[in-house]
T-cell receptor, first 113, second 114 residues
Framework: DAKTTQPPSMDCAEGRAANLPCNHSTISGNEYVYWYRQIHSQGPQYIIHGLKNNETNEMASLIITEDRKSSTLILPHATLRDTAVYYCIVGTYSGGGADGLTFGKGTHLIIQP | NAGVTQTPKFRILKIGQSMTLQCTQDMNHNYMYWYRQDPGMGLKLIYYSVGAGITDKGEVPNGYNVSRSTTEDFPLRLELAAPSQTSVYFC?????????????FGNGTRLTVT
């Protein structure tokens, strides 16, 4: 059973901000929101995670709503190399935990030149 | 650090053959995982390990076996290959403890069973 819902695909113009939404209405109080991405044929790559507060790192920003039922990953200045499948995942550990993380189909983000 | 290294990168097996997919990590992570990814789909967990000598089943363990004799290595064995096992296999590791780490993935082994 899917814990998250993401649009299957999105387009974004190069140089613009890419905003990827994710719904996780059944998230538990101790579950984090994680984002990974998978560039064609490679292993998934960690981007960012958060519990309640908004987070920012060198790759992206994560905005989590106050009720924690949805979040948005923001890539501030998308480049062609950001074309990838982006996975939004909820889980209890800060990366893997006792039973890993469940990866759904994600959002295929296509950056247009 | 090399991170998570998987070998081989590609393999073609005949039905009924066996093989071992190798995975090693040099980050001293205690947790290791095997996932499979079918075309156009997400990743499904096959087996995981929380430390040397301990393994447990994930969502899709049938047809596979694992062992974890050292912290670094987590091989995945296919005993009797079937066409349904055609997939891309990803190994991952993480540290779970006082300072948790994200999952780190290898670049996968592409397996075809014909």
């Amino acid at each position: 059973d899917a814990k998250t819902t993401q649009p299957p695909s999105m387009d974004c113009a190069e140089g613009r901000a890419a905003n990827l939404p994710c719904n996780h209405s059944t998230i538990s109080g101790n579950e984090y929101v994680y984002w990974y991405r998978q560039i064609h044929s490679q292993g998934p790559q960690y981007i960012i995670h958060g519990l309640k507060n908004n987070e920012t790192n060198e790759m992206a920003s994560l905005i989590i709503t106050e009720d924690r039922k949805s979040s948005t990953l923001i890539l501030p200045h998308a480049t062609l190399r950001d074309t990838a499948v982006y996975y939004c995942i909820v889980g209890t550990y800060s990366g893997g935990g006792a039973d890993g993380l469940t990866f759904g189909k994600g959002t295929h983000l296509i950056i247009q030149p | 650090n090399a991170g998570v290294t998987q070998t081989p990168k590609f393999r073609i097996l005949k039905i009924g053959q066996s093989m071992t997919l190798q995975c090693t990590q040099d980050m001293n992570h205690n947790y290791m995982y095997w996932y499979r990814q079918d075309p156009g789909m997400g990743l499904k967990l096959i087996y995981y390990s929380v430390g040397a000598g301990i393994t447990d089943k994930g969502e899709v363990p049938n047809g596979y076996n694992v062992s974890r004799s050292t912290t670094e290595d987590f091989p995945l064995r296919l005993e009797l290959a079937a066409p349904s096992q055609t997939s891309v296999y990803f190994c991952a590791s993480s540290y779970v403890g006082s300072n948790n780490s994200p999952l780190h993935f290898g670049n996968g082994t592409r397996l075809t069973v014909t």
